[in-house]
């Protein structure tokens, strides 16, 4: 009886290891999350599209003015009662343009593997047809069209994977659903979980099970999810209506997801294994006319460039008008990609992160196929000389190419890098080449990770720092360089929203250390008040209040503390306080860090 018991027991453990079920949320090995998230991790582009009721809008409604620059968010910005908006706004809705065809058709001339879009978003219009709320386009508004399945349809294909996107705490129309801070209508009055287990259970099993595939479901706003514990209950059962489907990190409560997402914000790191980056094209998720800031396609090129070369991908947003047509400058923005994947593609989808940590030309990925390796150079700065030094690469290198022409290059291996000669006078694209250097042995590199001097101490810089930005306040860092040096100055062109006080810069850096030690941390800055609070951390946060150094042009010597490092690679990072007054006035010299014996 007893060994019969442990057979069983044993036969169940083993079948828990080995026949794991794929799926979110369910236990799975490493290996069956791999194979489960392969076309994501291969895909490195998607269009994301915010579309809906909001759409007809341009931040204005009735004489009044949004200050928040996204679209989307005009019903409780500018608190429209429920019942006001459900007519004058989400029962007018009639994209007669729209084209699902067209839509699917641009995400893949401009090279994106897969498309998510809101099919429900804060405002609480569904834009498929639903059997739990009329509140959607086939019942609720003159177009009564199921943009849902069109979509999906013509996803397939174009062989495009379909994501979905819901918004499952905020829900200004229905009942119970969340609004930040305040209700504002006695309409949205009622139980959360009750608003949970009716609407959102019943709307995403619609949409898991209506559509054909979904691959993607996309959360929104997981912070507000009131009931952690029935949330993820539901969830779980939830996706198993489509096995493998992917799921991001936004639900909420104890389900982390199965990727990191990274919002309005450009990271110079990665700290997790699956990363997703989203960004709107001008400062609105939806569409949203007035609003001229848009980043130019070489900034987005080089966006997408950059995150591949983290190995993550980038969701690029779209906001197509009242009609249903994309933004001209948003077509020329995906066209100008679309051209540059077609001849470069091959340095983008399915490649791994750049195993450097920094290269003075640019970004760097790479594919191997057993033995061989393909290493992909995104060069940003054309060299003048007609010559291109990879330094910390120790490979024979069997080819060098330039993508897109037959140009010949020739290759010289010397005692710490490889130097390509042979480049034309003229870049071969006028924002990002791409040289592909072909190696038929295993990778051999000195990655370059900043490391401890003989007296063991290590020195951060602005010039190997890597940066962490939010461009669409126009945060970008600079940094000076005078004769003898260079600092980051203030966040100089930021244009910071009232509401969001932190710009978010970041600086950091990757040190390489042989072994484990404690470090004096020693910051030179120049400060012009004593208000300036900063944060570094290594592994753990210390936040630290600047003293007044006498002014923008007076730098001092300043100790930040003490960090512990481990042995091998630790990434250290500096920012700014909560506050926007704080990080935005102190420039950064250099942060040295001494071995405490
Ligand atoms: O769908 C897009 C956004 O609408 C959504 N996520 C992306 C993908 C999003 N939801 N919330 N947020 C983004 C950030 C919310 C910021 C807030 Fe506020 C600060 C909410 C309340 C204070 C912005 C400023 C909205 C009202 C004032």
């Not at 508004?141 to 399945?149: G, M, N």
């Not at 990191?260 to 094209?281: A, R």
């Not at 063991?456 to 945060?475: G, V, W």
Request: glycine residues 8%; positive net charge; charged residues 25%.
């Amino acid at each position: 009886m007893k060994i019969k018991f442990i057979t069983i027991l044993v036969w169940l453990m083993f079948c828990q290891l080995f026949f794991a079920q794929t799926g979110a949320y369910q236990k799975e090995t490493k290996a069956t999350k791999a194979t489960r998230m392969q076309w994501y991790q291969d895909a490195r582009f998607g269009m994301f599209i915010h579309w809906g009721a909001y759409s007809q809008l341009d931040g204005e409604y009735k004489g009044k003015k949004q200050k928040d620059p996204k679209g989307e968010w005009i019903m409780r910005n500018l608190k429209i009662p429920v019942d006001e908006y459900a007519t004058e706004i989400a029962g007018k809705f009639n994209p007669k343009h729209f084209d699902a065809d067209k839509w699917a058709k641009t995400a893949k001339e401009a090279g994106m593997k897969y498309l998510v879009i809101t099919t429900k978003h804060h405002d609480g219009f569904a834009l498929f047809d639903s059997d739990v709320s009329d509140y959607n386009i086939v019942d609720a508004s003159p177009f009564k069209r199921d943009v849902i399945k069109e979509l999906s349809d013509a996803c397939r294909r174009y062989g495009l994977k379909f994501g979905v996107y819901y918004s499952q705490a905020q829900d200004w129309h229905h009942p119970g659903g969340l609004a930040p801070k305040n209700r504002w209508d006695k309409k949205q009055n009622g139980d959360w979980v009750t608003y949970f287990k009716t609407i959102v259970k019943g709307q995403v099993t619609e949409l898991l099970s209506n559509y054909g595939e979904v691959s993607l479901l996309w959360w929104d706003s997981g912070r507000a999810t009131q009931n952690k514990k029935v949330a993820d209950s539901i969830a779980k059962e939830l996706v198993k209506l489509q096995p493998t489907i992917i799921v991001n990190p936004r639900l909420g409560g104890n389900l982390k997801g199965d990727f990191n997402t990274y919002e309005q914000v450009i990271p110079g790191v990665f700290t997790k294994e699956y990363n997703e980056l989203c960004l709107t094209h001008n400062r609105s998720w939806s569409y949203k006319p007035s609003d001229d800031a848009w980043k130019s396609p070489e900034f987005l090129l080089k966006t997408l460039v950059h995150i591949t070369a983290l190995g993550g991908n980038f969701l690029f947003n779209v906001g197509p008008n009242q009609d249903g047509e994309f933004p001209e400058q948003t077509l020329k923005a995906l066209q100008y990609i679309g051209d540059w994947m077609k001849v470069n593609g091959a340095s983008i989808y399915g490649t791994q992160a750049n195993p450097f940590y920094k290269l003075p030309f640019g970004e760097a990925t790479l594919k191997t196929n057993g033995q061989k390796t393909n290493l992909y150079l995104h060069i940003y700065n054309w060299p003048k000389n007609q010559k291109l030094s990879v330094p910390g690469l120790k490979n024979n290198i069997v080819s060098a190419t330039l993508l897109g022409t037959n140009t010949i290059l020739k290759t010289k291996k010397k005692t710490n890098s490889v130097e390509i000669t042979g480049l034309p006078k003229e870049k071969s694209h006028p924002a990002v080449s791409v040289l592909v250097l072909e190696i038929e042995e295993p990778l051999h590199i000195d990655a370059g990770f900043i490391k401890p001097s003989a007296s063991e101490e290590l020195l951060l810089t602005p010039s190997n720092a890597l940066l962490t930005i939010k461009p669409q306040f126009d945060c970008i860092p600079t940094i000076v360089k005078t004769n003898k040096d260079a600092y980051f100055d203030n966040w100089k062109n930021c244009i910071p929203h009232p509401r969001f006080k932190n710009t978010g810069n970041k600086a950091h850096w990757k040190v390489e250390i042989p072994s484990k030690g404690n470090y004096k941390v020693i910051a030179t800055v120049a400060t012009q008040n004593n208000r300036n609070v900063v944060t570094f951390q290594a592994k753990d946060k210390v936040k630290i209040t600047l003293p007044n150094t006498g002014g923008m042009d007076v730098f001092k010597r300043v100790e930040l503390g003490e960090v512990s490092l481990k042995k091998g690679i630790n990434t250290l990072t500096f920012a700014g306080g909560k506050k926007m007054e704080t990080w935005d006035f102190v420039r950064l010299k250099e942060i040295q860090l001494l071995k405490i014996q």
